[in-house]
C-alpha cells in the first residue's frame, strides 16, 4: 500500500508510534538490567554517573554463586539430550501416525506448557516426596524434561511438517526399513528443528524457577534458585550481574534459533 | 462508464526498472487485454491503475479525472484478482454486499443490486453459502460479482482465470466476455495466455520488458507483429533473417535454398527499409506441404522431416532445412497418410504471408 | 501394505517414551494430588486417612481464600485484555517491517525476554519501582518529588509486570494471524471503496480472531498460575491463588489443602480456556471447509 493521504499518513504514524512504543516497553527490563550490572551502587542511577564491573567480580569470587552455576550446568547437560531424544521421536511419530483420538494425544504432550506451574510444582513436590527422592539432583532433572520437552515437539513439528513425506517413501522403496529411513533421511532433514527445540529446552532449564522452587534442597540450588534467594532476603546486587549473563545466553540462543529454522515458525 | 488513459508511466523499483515509459489508452466500454510474460511489469500496472501503487512518474485519468493522487477506495474501480480474495469469514451475499454497505446503501436496494449482480454470473442460489463451500470457478464469479455491484467505471481483472484448469478456464472465458458484453463496462484484463487475449478482447496490449511493444486488435497483432518480440510471444512463428541485395534490388533469405537451388528471393515493398539486414517472420499454418514437387509455387522449399507431432487437429512438423528448421502448421485433412521421419517433404508458402519486423518498440 | 505396517509399528514405538513418560511423571501426580486434596488433616497439619470433602469446604467458606479466587481471575483477564490490546500493535509494526533486518530485530526484542528467567525479568520491575529504583530517583532528581513513590507492593505491579512478562505471548499468535491472511484481502476491501479503518474493523480484525484468542488462552493460563512475579513485586499479602497454594506447601505444610487449592485454580483455567477453544473452534468451522 503506497497511497497515502494525510489521514492515512497520521494514521501510519499512530501505529508505528505505538507500536514502537511497546516494543520499548518490553526492552525496559533489559535496559535496567545492563545498567544495574555496570553501576558501582547498589540500586542504578539514571543517567548512570559511572562503570564498574564489581558486580560480576563478586559473583564469579563467590562460592555459592559458582555451586549454583554448577548445578544448574549439570542439569542443562542432562535434561537437553532427554528433551531432544523424547520430544523428537514424539513429534515425528506424532506427525506420521494417525488414529482417533490424535488431536487430544497432541494435547497431552503439550499439556504442560499449559498447566499453571505452581500446580506442576507442588504435584511433582508431591510424587517425589512419595517416590523418595525429592531434593535430588534427578528431582529436578524430570521436571525440566516435563516443561521442557514441549518446546522441542513443537520446533520438530515445524520441521517434520516441513519435509516432503514422499522423501521417505522413496527411501523405502529403494528397500531401507523405517528405521534406517528415520536415521539417513528424516533426521538430517529435521535437524534444525531439532537443534531449535534443544535451544529452548536449554535456555529454559537454565531459568526455570517455578517448579525448581517446589523440588529443590540446598544441595541442589540452581543459579534461578539463588537469584530468588538473594532478591527476597538480601537483596545482593551481584544478582544483575547474573542478570547480564542471562540477557546475553538468551540472545545468543535466539540468533542460534534463527539461524536454524527462523524465528517466525517456531511459536 | 469511462475509458482509462495513461500518459508516460514509468515505475521504478529502487534500481529496477518494472516500467519505462508506457502510455495508453482504453476506450470505453473496451474489453482490453494487457499481454505478457511474466514479470513484465503488467500486474505493476493494473495496480497502479487500481490505486495500489503511486507510479514514479506518470498520469492516470478515469475518464476525464486525474486520479493519479486518489488512493483505491475513491477510485471507481473494481478489482478482481487472481486468488478471488474473497472475505472467508462473510456469507456469499455478504461478499458482493460489501462495497454497498460501504456506501451506506439502503437494505432494501443492497439486496436488489447483490441479487442483480449474483444473476449475472449465475449464482443467486449460492448467496447464503460461504466461500470455502464454493469450487475455484464458482469463487471466481462471486469475486466478478462483487467488483460489478458497486458499478465501478472500470473493471480490472488480475489474471483471473490462472488457478483453474484448462477446461474450466475455457468456460469462464466465454462466460466472462459475455458478462462484458452484457454490462458494457470498460474491462482491462491482465494474462500471460495469448490465446485467452487473442479470443476475448476487442483490443490487446503486449508488453514486454517495461514498455508496450504493440498495440492493436487480435487480428493486427497476430498477423502484423512489430517486432520479433511480438512475433514470438503470439502464437509460433518461424524468423528468417534476410539480406539486402543492392544489385537485384531484392531481400534473399542466405539459409533458405529454394527448390532450384539457388537463394531465395524477397521482393521488397516499396516502402520497406532497405537495411542490410532484416528480420522476417512466417506463421507456420501458412505454409503447407507437398508431396510432389511444384515448380509453379513462388516459394518452394525442400527438406527432410526431422519431427511430426498430431495434435487431432493438426500435424505440427519440423522440416530441417541446410540451416536451421522450419515449423509447419498443416491440417489433419491434408494427409491421408502421416508422413514419416527422414521423409524428405517439399513445402511452399505465398509471398504476401512473409512479414518484415521493425525492430522498433511501439507505443 | 508390509512396510505401511513396519512404519505403524516404528511410529508407535517412538510415541511412546513420552507417553509414558508424561503418564508417570505428570498424569500420576495430578491423579495422587486430586485424591490428596479430598483427604483430612488433624491440628498438626498431618494428613489423615479419612477422606471428605474438607478442604473444598474450607477452601469455599474462607473469605480470604474465596477473594483469592476472585481477584486471580479477574487479574488474569485484565492481563489478557491489556496484553491483547498492546499486542495489535506490536504485531502489526513486526509484520509489516519494510525490511527483513528490522524485522528480525523487532523478533529479538520479542522473544528473548522469553529466554530469560521470570525472576530476572520481575527482578528488573524492582529495580525499576522500588522507593531506591530507577523511577523514583530520577523523579527525586528531577525534583517532581520530594517523597519516593510506592510503586510496588500492589497489585497494579504485579499486572505491569505480568504484561511485560506475558506480551510477547500475545503478539506472535497475532504477527501469525496476520501473515497468514490473504495478501489480497485488504487491496480488495479498498478497491469496493472502504478506507484503511474501514478495512481493519471489516476484514483485518475479524480474521485475527484466531490468533487473538490463542494469545489469550495463552496468557491467561500464565497469569492465573503465575506466583513468582506476585511474591517478588505484589508482596505476600496480595490476594492471589498461587500465592496462598506456595504459603500452604511452603510455609503451613498443609498439603491437602495446596493440592485443593490448585485443582480449585486449575478448574478456574480450564473453564476459562476450554470456553475461549470452544469460540475459536466456532469460528475456524465457519470460516473453513
Same mark, same amino acid.
Given at each position: 500500500m503506497r497511497k497515502k493521504s494525510i489521514g492515512d499518513r497520521l494514521l501510519s504514524i499512530l501505529i508505528w508510534t505505538t507500536g514502537s512504543l511497546v516494543y520499548l516497553f518490553l526492552t525496559i527490563p533489559v535496559l535496567v538490567i545492563v545498567l544495574s550490572a555496570f553501576s558501582p551502587n547498589a540500586f542504578p542511577e539514571f543517567p548512570p554517573t559511572s562503570f564498574s564491573v564489581r558486580w560480576f567480580h563478586e559473583v564469579v569470587s563467590n562460592p555459592e554463586w559458582m555451586e549454583s552455576l554448577r548445578i544448574s550446568v549439570i542439569l542443562l547437560f542432562i535434561v537437553t539430550p532427554l528433551t531432544v531424544l523424547l520430544g523428537t521421536m514424539a513429534s515425528y511419530a506424532l506427525a506420521r501416525l494417525s488414529f482417533k483420538g490424535k488431536e487430544a494425544v497432541q494435547a497431552f504432550i503439550l499439556s504442560p506448557l499449559m498447566i499453571p506451574q505452581v500446580v506442576l510444582g507442588i504435584a511433582m513436590l508431591y510424587l517425589f516426596t512419595a517416590m523418595g527422592f525429592t531434593g535430588t539432583l534427578w528431582a529436578l532433572v524430570i521436571g525440566h524434561v516435563i516443561i521442557g520437552f514441549p518446546y522441542v515437539v513443537r520446533t520438530v513439528g515445524v520441521s517434520v511438517s516441513n519435509l516432503d513425506p514422499r522423501l521417505e517413501l522413496a527411501s523405502m522403496n529403494l528397500g531401507a526399513g523405517p528405521i534406517r529411513t528415520f536415521f539417513r533421511v528424516t533426521l538430517p532433514l529435521i535437524k534444525p528443528g531439532i537443534i531449535a527445540g534443544g535451544v529452548f529446552s536449554a535456555v529454559t532449564s537454565f531459568g526455570e524457577i517455578s517448579i525448581s522452587l517446589f523440588v529443590s534442597s540446598p544441595q541442589t540450588i540452581t543459579i534461578p534458585v539463588r537469584t530468588f534467594n538473594y532478591i527476597e532476603q538480601t537483596f545482593d546486587p551481584s544478582v544483575n550481574a547474573i542478570s547480564v549473563i542471562f540477557i546475553i545466553i538468551s540472545i545468543i540462543a535466539l540468533l542460534i534459533i534463527e539461524k536454524t529454522i527462523g524465528l517466525s515458525k517456531v511459536m | 462508464m469511462s475509458g482509462i488513459h495513461l500518459e508516460h508511466i514509468s515505475q521504478h523499483f529502487g534500481e529496477q526498472i518494472?516500467?519505462?515509459d508506457v502510455s495508453l489508452t482504453v476506450n470505453e466500454g473496451e474489453f482490453f487485454s494487457l499481454l505478457?510474460?511474466?514479470?513484465?511489469?503488467k500486474s505493476t500496472l493494473l495496480n497502479i491503475i487500481g490505486g495500489f501503487l503511486e507510479p514514479t512518474k506518470g498520469v492516470v485519468y478515469i475518464g476525464d479525472q486525474d486520479v493519479t493522487a486518489l488512493p483505491p477506495y475513491q477510485r471507481k474501480t473494481g478489482m478482481v484478482f487472481q486468488s478471488y480474495a474473497l472475505f472467508p469469514h462473510l456469507t456469499v451475499f455478504d461478499n458482493v454486499a460489501y462495497g454497498l454497505k460501504v456506501q451506506k446503501k439502503k437494505k432494501a436496494e443492497i439486496k436488489e443490486k447483490v441479487m442483480e449482480s449474483l444473476s449475472l454470473v449465475q449464482?443467486?442460489?449460492?448467496?447464503? $453459502?460461504?466461500?470455502?463451500?464454493?469450487?475455484g470457478g464458482q469463487q471466481q464469479r462471486v469475486a466478478i460479482a462483487r467488483a460489478l455491484a458497486i458499478q465501478p467505471s472500470v473493471l480490472l481483472l488480475d489474471e483471473p482465470l490462472s488457478n483453474l484448469d484448462a477446461k474450466l478456464r475455457k468456460n469462464m472465458q466465454t462466460e466472462l466476455r459475455n458478462i462484458q458484453r452484457n454490462v458494457g463496462i470498460t474491462t482491462i484484463l491482465v494474462t500471460h495466455d495469448q490465446e485467452e487475449a487473442l479470443s476475448l478482447s476487442d483490443r490487446v496490449g503486449i508488453l514486454g520488458e517495461g514498455r508496450i511493444q504493440q498495440i492493436g486488435t487480435p487480428l493486427e497483432v497476430y498477423r502484423q507483429p512489430n517486432n520479433r518480440f511480438v512475433a514470438e510471444f503470439i502464437g509460433q512463428v518461424n524468423i528468417f533473417e534476410a539480406v539486402y541485395n543492392e544489385a537485384d534490388a531484392a531481400f534473399t533469405v542466405p539459409h533458405v535454398t529454394h527448390s532450384n537451388g539457388q537463394h531465395l528471393q524477397l521482393q521488397a515493398a516499396a516502402h520497406q527499409e532497405k537495411r542490410e539486414k532484416q528480420l522476417l517472420m512466417l506463421r507456420p499454418e501458412r505454409i503447407s506441404i507437398s508431396?510432389? $514437387?511444384?515448380?509453379?509455387?513462388?516459394n518452394h522449399v525442400s527438406g527432410v522431416l526431422s519431427d511430426v507431432s498430431y495434435i487431432g487437429h493438426s500435424l505440427r512438423l519440423v522440416v530441417g532445412l541446410d540451416h536451421g528448421e522450419i515449423i509447419v502448421h498443416d491440417s489433419d485433412t491434408a494427409f491421408p497418410e502421416l508422413p514419416k521421419v527422414g521423409e524428405t517433404v517439399h513445402i511452399h508458402w505465398q509471398p504476401e504471408d512473409i512479414v518484415f519486423l521493425d525492430s522498433k518498440v511501439h507505443t | 501394505m508390509r512396510i505401511k505396517k513396519k512404519n505403524q509399528r516404528f511410529h508407535w514405538f517412538m510415541l511412546l517414551p513420552a507417553c509414558l513418560f508424561l503418564v508417570v511423571f505428570l498424569l500420576a501426580p495430578l491423579v495422587m494430588m486430586l485424591v490428596l486434596s479430598f483427604r483430612d488433616v488433624d491440628s498438626m497439619m498431618n494428613t489423615l486417612q479419612t477422606y471428605s470433602f474438607s478442604q473444598y469446604i474450607h477452601v469455599f467458606t474462607t473469605d480470604a481464600y474465596v477473594k483469592a479466587i476472585g481477584s486471580t481471575v479477574w487479574v488474569a483477564l485484565q492481563t489478557t485484555v491489556i496484553c491483547l490490546l498492546m499486542a495489535y500493535p506490536a504485531a502489526y509494526v513486526l509484520v509489516k517491517a519494510p525490511n527483513p533486518r528490522l524485522r528480525a530485530f523487532f523478533y529479538i526484542l520479542l522473544v528473548s525476554p522469553l529466554l530469560t528467567s521470570v525472576v530476572i525479568r520481575t527482578f528488573a520491575w524492582i529495580v525499576l519501582l522500588?522507593?531506591?529504583g530507577l523511577i523514583n530517583g530520577m523523579l527525586l532528581d528531577l525534583q517532581v518529588i520530594e517523597k519516593p513513590l510506592s510503586m510496588l507492593w500492589n497489585m497494579n505491579a504485579v499486572i505491569i509486570a505480568y504484561v511485560q512478562v506475558m506480551l510477547p505471548f500475545a503478539v506472535l499468535p497475532i504477527a501469525t494471524s496476520l501473515t497468514d491472511m490473504d495478501r489480497h484481502l485488504r487491496p480488495a476491501s479498498m478497491s469496493l471503496g472502504a478506507g484503511r479503518i474501514q478495512t481493519f474493523f471489516h476484514v483485518t480484525l475479524p480474521l485475527t480472531i484466531p490468533g487473538m484468542v490463542t494469545g489469550a488462552i495463552i496468557v491467561f493460563s500464565l497469569a492465573a498460575g503465575s506466583y513468582i512475579t506476585p511474591l517478588l513485586v505484589?508482596? $505476600?499479602?496480595?490476594?492471589?491463588l498461587p500465592l496462598s497454594i506456595y504459603q500452604q506447601v511452603m510455609q503451613v505444610y498443609n498439603l491437602p489443602l495446596a493440592a485443593a487449592m490448585s485443582f480449585t485454580l486449575l478448574v478456574c483455567v480450564l473453564v476459562v480456556v476450554s470456553l475461549l477453544s470452544y469460540l475459536l473452534k466456532r469460528w475456524e468451522a465457519r470460516m473453513h471447509a
Amino acid at each position: 500500500m503506497r497511497k497515502k493521504s494525510i489521514g492515512d499518513r497520521l494514521l501510519s504514524i499512530l501505529i508505528w508510534t505505538t507500536g514502537s512504543l511497546v516494543y520499548l516497553f518490553l526492552t525496559i527490563p533489559v535496559l535496567v538490567i545492563v545498567l544495574s550490572a555496570f553501576s558501582p551502587n547498589a540500586f542504578p542511577e539514571f543517567p548512570p554517573t559511572s562503570f564498574s564491573v564489581r558486580w560480576f567480580h563478586e559473583v564469579v569470587s563467590n562460592p555459592e554463586w559458582m555451586e549454583s552455576l554448577r548445578i544448574s550446568v549439570i542439569l542443562l547437560f542432562i535434561v537437553t539430550p532427554l528433551t531432544v531424544l523424547l520430544g523428537t521421536m514424539a513429534s515425528y511419530a506424532l506427525a506420521r501416525l494417525s488414529f482417533k483420538g490424535k488431536e487430544a494425544v497432541q494435547a497431552f504432550i503439550l499439556s504442560p506448557l499449559m498447566i499453571p506451574q505452581v500446580v506442576l510444582g507442588i504435584a511433582m513436590l508431591y510424587l517425589f516426596t512419595a517416590m523418595g527422592f525429592t531434593g535430588t539432583l534427578w528431582a529436578l532433572v524430570i521436571g525440566h524434561v516435563i516443561i521442557g520437552f514441549p518446546y522441542v515437539v513443537r520446533t520438530v513439528g515445524v520441521s517434520v511438517s516441513n519435509l516432503d513425506p514422499r522423501l521417505e517413501l522413496a527411501s523405502m522403496n529403494l528397500g531401507a526399513g523405517p528405521i534406517r529411513t528415520f536415521f539417513r533421511v528424516t533426521l538430517p532433514l529435521i535437524k534444525p528443528g531439532i537443534i531449535a527445540g534443544g535451544v529452548f529446552s536449554a535456555v529454559t532449564s537454565f531459568g526455570e524457577i517455578s517448579i525448581s522452587l517446589f523440588v529443590s534442597s540446598p544441595q541442589t540450588i540452581t543459579i534461578p534458585v539463588r537469584t530468588f534467594n538473594y532478591i527476597e532476603q538480601t537483596f545482593d546486587p551481584s544478582v544483575n550481574a547474573i542478570s547480564v549473563i542471562f540477557i546475553i545466553i538468551s540472545i545468543i540462543a535466539l540468533l542460534i534459533i534463527e539461524k536454524t529454522i527462523g524465528l517466525s515458525k517456531v511459536m | 462508464m469511462s475509458g482509462i488513459h495513461l500518459e508516460h508511466i514509468s515505475q521504478h523499483f529502487g534500481e529496477q526498472i518494472a516500467l519505462n515509459d508506457v502510455s495508453l489508452t482504453v476506450n470505453e466500454g473496451e474489453f482490453f487485454s494487457l499481454l505478457g510474460p511474466s514479470g513484465c511489469g503488467k500486474s505493476t500496472l493494473l495496480n497502479i491503475i487500481g490505486g495500489f501503487l503511486e507510479p514514479t512518474k506518470g498520469v492516470v485519468y478515469i475518464g476525464d479525472q486525474d486520479v493519479t493522487a486518489l488512493p483505491p477506495y475513491q477510485r471507481k474501480t473494481g478489482m478482481v484478482f487472481q486468488s478471488y480474495a474473497l472475505f472467508p469469514h462473510l456469507t456469499v451475499f455478504d461478499n458482493v454486499a460489501y462495497g454497498l454497505k460501504v456506501q451506506k446503501k439502503k437494505k432494501a436496494e443492497i439486496k436488489e443490486k447483490v441479487m442483480e449482480s449474483l444473476s449475472l454470473v449465475q449464482l443467486e442460489a449460492f448467496a447464503k $453459502r460461504m466461500p470455502h463451500q464454493l469450487s475455484g470457478g464458482q469463487q471466481q464469479r462471486v469475486a466478478i460479482a462483487r467488483a460489478l455491484a458497486i458499478q465501478p467505471s472500470v473493471l480490472l481483472l488480475d489474471e483471473p482465470l490462472s488457478n483453474l484448469d484448462a477446461k474450466l478456464r475455457k468456460n469462464m472465458q466465454t462466460e466472462l466476455r459475455n458478462i462484458q458484453r452484457n454490462v458494457g463496462i470498460t474491462t482491462i484484463l491482465v494474462t500471460h495466455d495469448q490465446e485467452e487475449a487473442l479470443s476475448l478482447s476487442d483490443r490487446v496490449g503486449i508488453l514486454g520488458e517495461g514498455r508496450i511493444q504493440q498495440i492493436g486488435t487480435p487480428l493486427e497483432v497476430y498477423r502484423q507483429p512489430n517486432n520479433r518480440f511480438v512475433a514470438e510471444f503470439i502464437g509460433q512463428v518461424n524468423i528468417f533473417e534476410a539480406v539486402y541485395n543492392e544489385a537485384d534490388a531484392a531481400f534473399t533469405v542466405p539459409h533458405v535454398t529454394h527448390s532450384n537451388g539457388q537463394h531465395l528471393q524477397l521482393q521488397a515493398a516499396a516502402h520497406q527499409e532497405k537495411r542490410e539486414k532484416q528480420l522476417l517472420m512466417l506463421r507456420p499454418e501458412r505454409i503447407s506441404i507437398s508431396s510432389e $514437387r511444384e515448380e509453379v509455387k513462388p516459394n518452394h522449399v525442400s527438406g527432410v522431416l526431422s519431427d511430426v507431432s498430431y495434435i487431432g487437429h493438426s500435424l505440427r512438423l519440423v522440416v530441417g532445412l541446410d540451416h536451421g528448421e522450419i515449423i509447419v502448421h498443416d491440417s489433419d485433412t491434408a494427409f491421408p497418410e502421416l508422413p514419416k521421419v527422414g521423409e524428405t517433404v517439399h513445402i511452399h508458402w505465398q509471398p504476401e504471408d512473409i512479414v518484415f519486423l521493425d525492430s522498433k518498440v511501439h507505443t | 501394505m508390509r512396510i505401511k505396517k513396519k512404519n505403524q509399528r516404528f511410529h508407535w514405538f517412538m510415541l511412546l517414551p513420552a507417553c509414558l513418560f508424561l503418564v508417570v511423571f505428570l498424569l500420576a501426580p495430578l491423579v495422587m494430588m486430586l485424591v490428596l486434596s479430598f483427604r483430612d488433616v488433624d491440628s498438626m497439619m498431618n494428613t489423615l486417612q479419612t477422606y471428605s470433602f474438607s478442604q473444598y469446604i474450607h477452601v469455599f467458606t474462607t473469605d480470604a481464600y474465596v477473594k483469592a479466587i476472585g481477584s486471580t481471575v479477574w487479574v488474569a483477564l485484565q492481563t489478557t485484555v491489556i496484553c491483547l490490546l498492546m499486542a495489535y500493535p506490536a504485531a502489526y509494526v513486526l509484520v509489516k517491517a519494510p525490511n527483513p533486518r528490522l524485522r528480525a530485530f523487532f523478533y529479538i526484542l520479542l522473544v528473548s525476554p522469553l529466554l530469560t528467567s521470570v525472576v530476572i525479568r520481575t527482578f528488573a520491575w524492582i529495580v525499576l519501582l522500588s522507593q531506591n529504583g530507577l523511577i523514583n530517583g530520577m523523579l527525586l532528581d528531577l525534583q517532581v518529588i520530594e517523597k519516593p513513590l510506592s510503586m510496588l507492593w500492589n497489585m497494579n505491579a504485579v499486572i505491569i509486570a505480568y504484561v511485560q512478562v506475558m506480551l510477547p505471548f500475545a503478539v506472535l499468535p497475532i504477527a501469525t494471524s496476520l501473515t497468514d491472511m490473504d495478501r489480497h484481502l485488504r487491496p480488495a476491501s479498498m478497491s469496493l471503496g472502504a478506507g484503511r479503518i474501514q478495512t481493519f474493523f471489516h476484514v483485518t480484525l475479524p480474521l485475527t480472531i484466531p490468533g487473538m484468542v490463542t494469545g489469550a488462552i495463552i496468557v491467561f493460563s500464565l497469569a492465573a498460575g503465575s506466583y513468582i512475579t506476585p511474591l517478588l513485586v505484589g508482596g $505476600r499479602m496480595q490476594p492471589l491463588l498461587p500465592l496462598s497454594i506456595y504459603q500452604q506447601v511452603m510455609q503451613v505444610y498443609n498439603l491437602p489443602l495446596a493440592a485443593a487449592m490448585s485443582f480449585t485454580l486449575l478448574v478456574c483455567v480450564l473453564v476459562v480456556v476450554s470456553l475461549l477453544s470452544y469460540l475459536l473452534k466456532r469460528w475456524e468451522a465457519r470460516m473453513h471447509a
